[in-house]
């Protein structure tokens, strides 16, 4: 699993990478019964990646774990220490290989895990793996460009991910607000209820809503302040308390700034 930071982050580092400088350093097709399984903590200097054809496995990463099952993929990042956990009583069977290639971006400590439940993956790692060690001469050329493929292909799936994720982290949050505004809200506590950063938060008002957070806070309250001035007799301080403004005054420079009037006057315009 990875949160919406690392995610980010993986992105970014996924999009610094040039294209033109992978090499395929090795590509492995086993099962249960071979001796290529390493069960003790490691990593390496270039990116590993191992698509489960059959079986399951537990991954180690750092402090986290990560389940697999059939036709899961797992990319460790060059650097990240990891460790397997595998049951080779049972059918097991993978694809192992290795990539090297240069980014402009440092490499993020991140593991992260996709679902080819199209099995486009599938047929690139099948590709790369009949390719790899061929003597065929456009081998070599034909496995970089598969492997090519394998990295846009991440950069589509976890760009597609990261979308679904922002939106579901923006509804989470639009919810909270409509549901406690008489309660102290700030961007910090937004931020720490969905596990991402300040600045992160505030991209994702600004790439979805045009806005900021605190400006919706305000707008969102505002706006059932005016729901309120309109369908009840309740004074403007009890409107104000039950929306989480402790000062009436304050309350009423808001709602001038965002509807041009002020409280009484907006209530008496609409009787």
Same mark, same amino acid.
């Given at each position: 699993?990875?949160?919406?930071?690392?995610?980010?982050?993986?992105?970014?580092?996924?999009?610094?990478?040039?294209?033109?400088?992978?090499?395929?350093?090795?590509?492995?097709?086993?099962?249960?019964?071979?001796?290529?399984?390493?069960?003790?903590?490691?990593?390496?200097?270039?990116?590993?990646?191992?698509?489960?054809?059959?079986?399951?496995?537990?991954?180690?990463?750092?402090?986290?774990?990560?389940?697999?099952?059939?036709?899961?993929?797992?990319?460790?990042?060059?650097?990240?220490?990891?460790?397997?956990?595998?049951?080779?009583?049972?059918?097991?069977?993978?694809?192992?290989?290795?990539?090297?290639?240069?980014?402009?971006?440092?490499?993020?400590?991140?593991?992260?895990?996709?679902?080819?439940?199209?099995?486009?993956?599938?047929?690139?790692?099948?590709?790369?793996?009949?390719?790899?060690?061929?003597?065929?001469?456009?081998?070599?050329?034909?496995?970089?460009?598969?492997?090519?493929?394998?990295?846009?292909?991440?950069?589509?799936?976890?760009?597609?991910?990261?979308?679904?994720?922002?939106?579901?982290?923006?509804?989470?949050?639009?919810?909270?607000?409509?549901?406690?505004?008489?309660?102290?809200?700030?961007?910090?506590?937004?931020?720490?209820?969905?596990?991402?950063?300040?600045? =992160?938060?505030? #991209?994702? !008002? +600004? &790439?979805?809503?045009?806005? $900021? %957070?605190?400006?919706?806070?305000?707008?969102?309250?505002?706006?059932?302040?005016?729901?309120?001035?309109?369908?009840?007799?309740?004074?403007?301080?009890?409107?104000?308390?039950?929306?989480?403004?402790?000062?009436?005054? =304050?309350?009423? #420079?808001? !709602? +001038? &700034?965002?509807?041009?009037? $002020? %409280?009484?006057?907006?209530?008496?315009?609409?009787?």
């Amino acid at each position: 699993m990875i949160d919406n930071r690392s995610n980010e982050e993986i992105l970014d580092y996924l999009r610094s990478i040039d294209l033109s400088t992978i090499s395929v350093l090795n590509s492995k097709h086993f099962d249960q019964t071979s001796n290529k399984w390493v069960f003790t903590e490691h990593s390496h200097t270039y990116m590993e990646m191992i698509y489960f054809l059959k079986g399951k496995a537990h991954i180690n990463v750092g402090a986290s774990s990560i389940n697999t099952s059939i036709y899961d993929v797992i990319v460790y990042l060059p650097g990240q220490m990891h460790r397997e956990e595998v049951d080779l009583t049972k059918d097991q069977e993978i694809i192992c290989m290795g990539i090297d290639m240069k980014c402009s971006l440092p490499t993020p400590q991140s593991t992260f895990k996709l679902c080819d439940r199209l099995g486009v993956l599938r047929w690139l790692f099948e590709q790369i793996n009949t390719e790899y060690g061929s003597k065929n001469k456009v081998s070599p050329d034909l496995s970089k460009l598969y492997a090519q493929a394998i990295i846009l292909q991440f950069i589509k799936y976890l760009d597609i991910n990261e979308l679904s994720g922002e939106i579901e982290a923006l509804e989470r949050i639009q919810n909270y607000i409509q549901q406690n505004l008489s309660s102290p809200i700030t961007p910090p506590q937004l931020a720490a209820m969905c596990n991402i950063s300040k600045s =992160y938060l505030h #991209r994702l !008002f +600004k &790439k979805h809503l045009k806005t $900021t %957070p605190t400006y919706y806070i305000n707008y969102t309250r505002i706006s059932a302040a005016k729901s309120l001035l309109l369908a009840t007799d309740y004074p403007i301080k009890s409107i104000a308390d039950s929306i989480g403004f402790d000062d009436v005054a =304050y309350f009423s #420079r808001v !709602f +001038k &700034k965002f509807t041009g009037v $002020t %409280p009484s006057a907006f209530r008496e315009s609409k009787e």
